[in-house]
């Protein structure tokens, strides 16, 4: 049961590096956090991990954010428990690299079903306590790659966050409901280095600091303290944009 005024924050893909990061973020914040994740054991242990850091009591539910069903139950646990979903992060993603030559359609599924659906199914499950309670924050995790080239599926599927961060910026706003977009370049995490040996992460990563006009990678927390802002209070007339962490490599050709 959330304490009375506490605000209430899911983190999707929680178990990952930067939904770790922002969850761990939003608790010291003071928000009441829960991370799903279809990583059941991960997430267990990363809300472990986050009670520990933040000395907030995290919790961490397997929840697979492309089934309808299984969005709606924990949504509805959720709202259920304190009454009040304040702040949503969509965060899960799977990049199933590919260009166009070799885009398998089942993987190009699988990257709309939680990049984009995901997404969808979550904030149509918490609508009901946004109607009820006129307060919330949307924050969609995007990509810089959105602007440019990239594998296929994971670039179309990050610019279609980005539209829909911008209708739904216009839905909900009457509910007072802001929705952005959190955009980073690259972090050096699992996620970016996928199948990639050593020297071919090396080299995409020099290639990316190549194009960064300040000179480093994102860092978790860079992308965490992004997303903290749009949480609060202070950027509550701002919504429908997309902020870019990217040290200025948004500015850049791709690498
Ligand atoms: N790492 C980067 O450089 C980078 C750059 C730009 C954008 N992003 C975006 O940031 C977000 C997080 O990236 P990350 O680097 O932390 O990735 P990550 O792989 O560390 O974390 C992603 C998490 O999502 C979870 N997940 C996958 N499918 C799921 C599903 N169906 N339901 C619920 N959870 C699911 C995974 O288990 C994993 O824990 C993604 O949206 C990614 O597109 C990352």
């Known amino acids: ?46 809300a472990r991990r986050l009670s520990e850091l933040t000395g907030r009591e995290v919790a961490g539910w397997r929840v697979d954010v492309g089934d309808a069903g299984a969005v709606h139950d924990a949504v509805s646990r959720i709202t259920g428990r304190g009454g009040r979903l304040d702040c949503l992060v969509n965060n899960a993603a799977v990049n199933l690299r590919g260009a166009l030559a070799g885009q398998a359609p089942q993987d190009w599924d699988a990257m709309m079903s939680v990049n984009v659906r995901g997404p969808m199914l979550l904030c149509q499950a918490a609508l009901p306590w946004w109607r009820r309670n006129g307060w919330g924050r949307v924050i969609n995790l995007g990509s810089r790659t959105w602007l440019g080239g990239g594998p296929t599926g994971y670039v179309t599927s990050k610019a279609a966050v980005v539209g829909l961060t911008r209708t739904l910026a216009v839905e909900l706003g009457p509910l007072g409901v802001t929705v952005n977009a959190v955009a980073p370049s690259m972090v050096a995490t699992p996620f970016t280095r996928g199948g990639r040996s050593d020297a071919e992460f090396d080299g995409f990563m020099r290639r990316h600091l190549a194009m960064t006009p300040l000179g480093r990678l994102a860092r978790p927390e860079d992308v965490a303290d992004a997303v903290a802002f749009l949480a609060g209070d202070q950027a509550g007339f701002i919504t429908g944009e997309v902020l870019h962490v990217c040290g200025g490599a948004q500015l850049a050709p791709s690498a």
């Open 1 to 46: 049961m959330s304490a009375a005024g506490t605000r209430v924050a899911v983190v999707t893909g929680g178990a990952g590096t930067l939904g770790a990061a922002i969850g761990a973020r939003l608790a010291s914040d003071g928000f009441e956090v829960t991370l799903f994740d279809i990583d059941g054991e991960a997430v267990a242990a990363a």
